[in-house]
């Protein structure tokens, strides 16, 4: 699949002091060309283990639009979740998925997974889905999908990767 360069637009996502919970029907409004989604656990050493580095994906690459979405029903533990993802300072919303549309239509299995959606034609595709690495632990990891994706969108190439193997905790479906 050959990729357009990506353009700027006037909205970059910024570093939040606090995090910035969003409900599904917010994420749904954005229509930016490029969205990627990635379903987080608070509670997942593999999930925690990419979490700077996916912080610095989102520095990074600030044209494409980033979204943590919390995968499980916050009611138990809204604090302790509130608490990680605030102390996080994530550069990029977080989603909450309380009735697990979004695990479900992307048929999210572990944390971390990510969903790469690209306009074409006023609809979403996937155009990558999967780990953001070959380890669960990010430190040993020495493929990183999505990083070398996102290297190759901006320069209007081909990406390397259509799929990535998602290692980490299972997402626990409750509906």
């Known amino acids: 699949m050959k990729f357009i360069p990506i353009l ?14 969003l409900d599904v029907n917010q994420f749904n409004s954005d229509s930016h060309q490029d969205k990627i989604l990635i379903f987080l ?31 499980e029903p916050l009611a138990n533990n809204d604090n302790k979740v509130i608490k990680h993802f605030t102390e996080k300072k994530f550069n ?32 979403y595709e996937v155009i990558y889905q999967g780990g953001v690495s070959d380890k669960s632990d990010f430190t040993k ?25 998602s290692l980490g905790c299972y997402i626990k479906r409750y509906n």
């Open 92 to 123: 990029f919303p977080i989603v909450r998925d309380d009735q697990q549309n979004l695990v479900n239509k992307y048929k999210a299995l572990k944390t971390p997974h990510v969903t790469w959606l690209r306009k074409v034609n006023e609809k």
């Open 141 to 165: 990891s020495s493929v990183h999908f999505l990083e070398e994706n996102l290297n190759r969108a901006i320069k209007g190439e081909t990406m390397k990767y259509s799929y990535g193997r």
């Open 8 to 21: 700027l637009t006037t909205f970059l996502w910024t570093n939040f002091s606090k995090a910035q919970f």
């Open 41 to 71: 656990s608070n509670h997942c050493p593999c999930s925690v283990s990419h979490e700077d580095h996916l912080n610095y994906l989102a520095r990074q690459f600030k044209r494409i639009h980033f979204y943590g979405v919390l995968s």
